[in-house]
T-cell receptor
Framework: LAKTTQPISMDSYEGQEVNITCSHN???????ITWYQQFPSQGPRFIIQ???TKVTNEVASLFIPADRKSSTLSLPRVSLSDTAVYYC??????????FGDGTTLTVKP | NAGVTQTPKFQVLKTGQSMTLQCAQD?????MYWYRQDPGMGLRLIYY???????DKGEVPNGYNVSRLNKREFSLRLESAAPSQTSVYFC?????????????FGQGTRLTVV
């Protein structure tokens, strides 16, 4: 299972765009990159997944460079309710991945 | 739509006691997983089941056993609980064993071993 490295914490203000970068130097050919969000006392919730280039859905964008050794989760115009822990996962089996310690995002008013 | 349901939500055990954590999903998913999360840390995979009738060890399997009772249910058993097993346990399921797709998580079982 590929190991990931993320910043421990980030602060932002409401309405700003937040970019969280994840490093995964040992990513394998079959691995996908998946991001989850976790609120206190809840299970993680899927945000977005990608293999290469850019993926966008209604809540976030995921940017993956050509070498796939890193990825960036972009959250547009964050609100207070986006305060949570964000996990970057790399693996070849959905659900069977190494979570790491995640990035605690704090959104301030 | 219930999704992934875990029981119980809270449990306190004495050292040496045994118990089974239950998990059921109603999404017709093939794969199911058990994770533990210690305070301030990420989730660590205990066991997983790629399909009905199969189980495999994850990152931290020692002290645990699992049973994939049927496609819907995947239980986690602690035969002799230890204080080091105090944690929040999450069950998850996904549609397929392939890389693509998302995992759906339950609300967790908070276990304290005294």
């Amino acid at each position: 299972l590929a190991k990931t490295t993320q910043p421990i914490s980030m602060d932002s203000y409401e309405g700003q765009e937040v970019n969280i970068t994840c490093s995964h130097n040992n990513i394998a050919t079959n691995d996908y990159i998946t991001w989850y969000q976790q609120f206190p006392s809840q299970g993680p919730r899927f945000i977005i997944q990608g293999y290469k280039t850019k993926v966008t859905n209604e809540v976030a964008s995921l940017f993956i460079p050509a070498d796939r050794k890193s990825s960036t989760l972009s959250l547009p115009r964050v609100s207070l309710s986006d305060t949570a822990v964000y996990y970057c996962l790399v693996g070849d089996v959905a659900g069977k991945s190494t979570f790491g310690d995640g990035t605690t995002l704090t959104v301030k008013p | 739509n219930a999704g992934v349901t875990q029981t119980p939500k809270f449990q306190v055990l004495k050292t040496g006691q045994s118990m089974t954590l239950q998990c059921a999903q109603d999404m017709n998913h093939n794969s199911m997983y058990w994770y533990r999360q210690d305070p301030g840390m990420g989730l660590r995979l205990i066991y997983y089941s790629a399909s009905e009738g199969t189980t495999d060890k994850g990152e931290v399997p020692n002290g645990y056993n699992v049973s994939r009772l049927n496609k819907r249910e995947f239980s986690l058993r602690l035969e002799s609980a230890a204080p080091s097993q105090t944690s929040v346990y999450f069950c998850a399921s996904s549609t397929q064993q392939g890389a693509q797709g998302e995992a759906f998580f339950g609300q967790g079982t908070r276990l304290t071993v005294v």
